[in-house]
């Protein structure tokens, strides 16, 4: 590391470490923010995702320490650890104790470099060394306080936030745009399949059958590559769509019936998102190179439609309408974990026209999901490449140039 540069503790490099309410105040849905864990995203605090508390519980977290202000930097140190958001906001809320708040001491460290060093793949990988308890994993604030960064002069800082910015914008472009046609593609959805007179109205069980995955033991599990694909709640996106970063290896027992192929549907049987966002909602198996199958777990149904009535393609697309998401969240039972009620599935109505038309909806609303995709693979690249950046520069394995444009010329 260059003489200019130094390393220093947080705890030296700060102002102040500490975290948030180590109580739970009452919420509601008005009121100050209440940020949590769940509420930092990529883009840092999502205040819209916030439950809020009273004034009386404000300004008593505000006299505790627990409400950030302006260039402080927060730090997800339970169960969750490393999720980072700089605080660029001038409202006033409050935080809970899973979020440590750094105050970095600005003559030293830029809240926006503190932020990049501790999202960055070394000191994720260092603080995940730092967890201890047994229920809940956590950083202790001991601990975090003495982990050391780098500290480069200021004007360095800057010209680094400025070069992994600049990935950044261009990620927030694709994010947008992804957002924007993921929008067009629900309102088309909705548009094209208002039924009308024409179309048929059949019964969930007239039309669909159903058939549930396998109930398995850790022990099951196998190491990626060894025994067979295995899809699972994972695998099945909020709102629906395949994840393939869900995908499990089993080598366990399983039936002919709890073996899926590329093209077949699934739907969720159970959810753990406080929104009900992953429950019923459908994903078509992918192709699996070098597999051509995979099993199921019980999380997961695989629901076959009447060929001679209704095409995949298009129930895929029906059970992502708005009408049939409430549905599956009526339908519905249980606490922390969210159980689909699949007996009362035969209550759901099923609406299709001819198998011409079900075919150039799938078609049209299939392109704008191609499109939607290939936009969020390479976000992925993008990101993949800001983590490999960020990595160089901070552990100084390239020259830190004057500019991104000349960045990309070397």
């Given amino acids: 590391m260059a003489e200019t540069w130094r390393r220093a503790t947080l705890d030296a490099a700060c102002l102040n470490i500490t ?13 100050f923010p209440y940020v949590t864990v769940r509420n930092l995203g990529s883009r840092g605090i999502d205040f819209e ?11 008593e977290l505000q006299r505790a320490g627990c409400s950030p202000e302006p260039g402080d930097v927060l730090f997800s140190k339970d169960g969750t650890v490393g999720k980072v958001a700089v605080n660029d906001s001038d409202r006033k809320f409050v935080v809970l104790s899973s979020l440590a708040i750094l105050r970095p001491n600005k003559q030293l460290l830029g809240p926006a470099f503190l932020g990049l060093v501790l999202s960055s793949e070394a000191f994720q990988h260092a603080a995940t060394q730092e967890k201890t308890g047994l229920a809940i994993k956590r950083v202790v604030l001991k601990n975090l306080r003495a982990m050391e960064i780098p500290v480069p002069p200021l004007p360095v800082q800057r010209r680094i936030v400025d070069l992994v910015g600049a990935l950044d914008t261009q990620i927030e472009v694709l994010t ?14 909705e548009a094209l ?10 019964s969930w069980s007239e039309v669909v059958t159903r058939t549930t995955g396998i109930s398995y033991a850790s022990g099951d ?11 699972n709640l994972k695998s099945i996106g909020r709102g629906g769509g395949y994840r ?21 549907l699934l739907i969720a049987n159970t959810d753990l998102t406080r929104d009900k966002a992953i429950l019923g909602c459908p994903a078509i198996v992918p192709n699996l190179p070098d597999f ?21 393609g298009f129930l895929y697309e029906f059970l992502q309408l708005a009408s049939s998401r409430d549905f599956m969240k009526t339908h519905s039972s249980g606490t922390t974990v969210m159980h689909l009620k699949t007996k009362e599935l035969v209550d ?14 799938a078609v049209t609303l299939g392109r704008i999901e191609d499109l939607s995709a290939a936009l969020s693979h390479e976000e992925d690249r993008l990101h993949a490449i800001r983590g490999c950046l960020a990595t160089a520069l901070l552990g100084r394995d390239i020259e830190i140039p004057e500019s991104y444009d000349t960045l990309l010329a070397v």
């Fill in 19 to 31: 975290d948030g309410s180590h109580y739970s105040p009452q919420t509601s849905t008005t009121g």
């Fill in 49 to 59: 995702s916030c439950e809020g508390v009273d004034e009386r519980s404000f300004l």
């Fill in 176 to 189: 947008s745009e992804a957002t924007a046609i993921g929008q067009y593609r629900v309102s088309l959805r």
């Fill in 193 to 202: 399949m208002s039924s009308d007179a024409s179309w048929q109205d059949s």
């Fill in 221 to 231: 599990l196998a190491s990626h590559g060894e025994g067979l694909p295995f899809i």
């Fill in 244 to 264: 393939p970063e869900g995908l499990k290896w089993y080598r366990g027992a399983y039936k002919n019936s709890q073996v899926v192929r590329a093209g077949e």
């Fill in 292 to 312: 051509g199958r995979a099993c199921i777990s019980l999380d997961v149904s695989r629901v076959v439609p009447d060929p001679t009535r209704l095409l995949t």
């Fill in 348 to 361: 759901l109505r099923v609406r299709y026209p001819g198998l011409a038309d079900q075919q150039e909806i």
